[in-house]
Every structure is written in C-alpha cells, then in structure tokens.
C-alpha cells in the first residue's frame, strides 16, 4: 500500500483564488512529521510547510497552510491568493518516527501539477 | 540559508562508463541522501548517510554506491552506467536530530545514459 496517495494529477486554478492540494497518508506510528514541497519547471525541490503529528494546530506560512486532519490521515495543502509563481508540482512527503536511521527517511507522492491560470 | 549544490545540472554518459555525482551542503548538516526522480513515480530514496563514512541503503540502492569522507561531501556512483539509469537525481541534506528535520534540496542532475 502507498504510504502517500496524492489523488490529484493535475490541477488548475484561476489567479488570486485559493486552491487545495490533496493528500492522504497511511503510517501506524503514533509520531510522524507531514512535508510539502514545491518544485518548479527548474527542478529544485523548495520546502514550503511543516505539521507534526502531534501539532494541535494547523501549521501556516504566508500563503501555504496545512489543513491537517488526523483522524482522516489527510494533510491537504491550501494556497491561498494564488500568483502565476506557484505554476509547479507540488509533493507530500511523510516522515515516520522510526527508531534509528530508519526516522530520517521521506517517503514522498507522486506529485500534483498546479497551473495557475491568469 | 543552506545551500546545498551538485556539480552539474545536465550530464551525458554513455552505458558501461563509471559516473559521479557529487554533493556538497554548507551547513554542516548530519545527514545527507541521494534520491532520483521519474515521471509517474515520484521522488524514490537511493542511499543516505547519517555521519561520514556511514551509509545506508534506501528504496532502490541497486547498480548505485556512495562515498561521504568528508561531512560536507556526499558523492553517488554508478560503477556502470546503464541506459535505465537515466533520470533526475536529487541531492538533500537535513540538520539531524530530533524535531522537524527538513531535508534541504540541490537544483538536481539531468542525467542521461546513451
């Protein structure tokens, strides 16, 4: 089974409107860290945001907040007022808290393609 | 802010030839990984270290080795390039230790084996 599932393919959003990116994930560990990253048609992957599994809120940043729901294993990422900038692929990745070296791995999805639309 | 660079951003090799990539972080990170990247597949973890010269092998370690002698360098090699090696690979670097623990990406490699 996939331990992230990004539904989404391909998405497409006006400018300035707010946009949802989903993601799902699948881990049994109690502790696990949730990522998002952007990555440009110029191919280097840019962190965006953050959540803990035992954060009590929503994690945000400027633009980029993370509409986490644990209990769904969902960590959708919302970008608000969207620019022409944020035309990219856009992973989730899953950090779990296993004991040693094994806690320092991603496991990334496959990827949403956001085209914003001017 | 870190800095994480790879030594070249396009490559062409051809199949049998022996290829390296190199990896360098300035931020006196712990851990370093290689990961390569394929169209539907996602990013899939090669080999990562965690201190120099200790390695450990990811999801697809397979026709790849690595080298860190130093804390800053982590090099990838393929001891003999095969035309399925063709990819994207990706070079991160993350501080270590307990916490949030972002991995910091390079621009990436375009590699291609003829």
């Known amino acids: 089974a996939q331990k992230i599932t990004q539904t989404q393919p391909g998405m497409f959003v006006q400018e300035k409107e707010a946009v949802t990116l989903d993601c799902t994930y699948d881990t049994s560990d109690p502790s696990y860290g949730l990522f998002w990253y952007k990555q440009p048609s110029s191919g280097e992957m840019i962190f965006l945001i953050y959540q803990g599994s035992y954060d009590q809120q929503n994690a945000t940043e400027g633009r980029y907040s993370l509409n986490f729901q644990k209990a769904r294993k969902s960590a959708n990422l919302v970008i608000s007022a969207s620019q022409l900038g944020d035309s990219a692929m856009y992973f989730c990745a899953m950090r779990e808290g296993r004991s040693g070296a094994g806690s320092y791995q991603l496991t990334f999805g496959k990827g949403t393609k956001l085209s914003v639309i001017p | 802010d870190v800095k994480v660079t790879q030594s070249s951003r396009y490559l062409v090799k051809r199949t049998g030839e022996k290829v390296f990539l190199e990896c360098v972080q300035d931020?006196?990170?712990?851990?370093m990984f290689w990961y390569r990247q394929d169209p539907g597949l996602g990013l899939r973890l090669i080999y990562f270290?965690?201190?120099?010269?200790?390695?450990e092998k990811g999801d697809i370690p397979e026709g790849y080795s690595v080298s860190r002698e130093k804390k800053e360098r982590f090099s990838l090699i393929l001891e003999s390039a095969s035309t399925n090696q063709t990819s994207m690979y990706l070079c991160?670097?993350?501080?270590?230790?307990?916490?949030?623990?972002?991995?910091?990406f390079g621009p990436g490699t375009r590699l291609t084996v003829l």
């Open positions: 991160a670097s993350s501080l270590g230790g307990v916490g949030t623990d972002t991995q910091y």
């Open positions: 931020m006196d990170h712990e851990n």
């Open positions: 270290s965690y201190d120099v010269k200790m390695k």
